[in-house]
């Protein structure tokens, strides 16, 4: 059973940035590949960025160029660098990871709310 944790998340001008943190425990987390996911109001949740284990990363179109995902396998933690906030970013973030059988775990999830 994999747990993870989110922190990071608060209240921000537009324009500002944040630092989320994802702590996982419960497996071998270099093996998992791991991603943040957001849901903003009445909309559904939306992929955002993905690390894999050989650290390949994808963003989504939306963040590309103001987000960077990272992750520190020695401190089994994921990172998410949000610059350039902007209104429509805010949003619950939520931690992803997809461990070697496939499954697929979830964090609670951390608020993020950007002011105009």
């Known amino acids: 059973q994999v747990q993870l944790v989110e922190s990071g998340g608060g209240l921000v001008q537009a324009g500002g940035s944040l630092r989320l943190s994802c702590a996982a425990s419960?497996?071998?987390?270099?093996?998992?590949?791991m991603g943040w996911y957001r849901q903003g109001p009445g909309k559904q949740r939306e992929w955002v960025a993905s690390?894999?284990?050989?650290?390949?990363?994808s963003y989504a179109d939306s963040v590309k160029g103001r987000f960077t995902i990272s992750r520190d396998n020695a401190k089994n933690t994921v990172y998410l660098q949000m610059n350039s906030l902007k209104p429509e970013d805010t949003a619950v973030y939520y931690c992803n990871s997809r461990v070697a059988s496939g499954s697929v775990y979830w964090g609670r999830g951390t608020q993020v709310t950007v002011s105009s």
């Open positions: 690390i894999s284990s050989g650290f390949t990363i």
């Open positions: 419960g497996s071998i987390f270099r093996l998992n590949a």
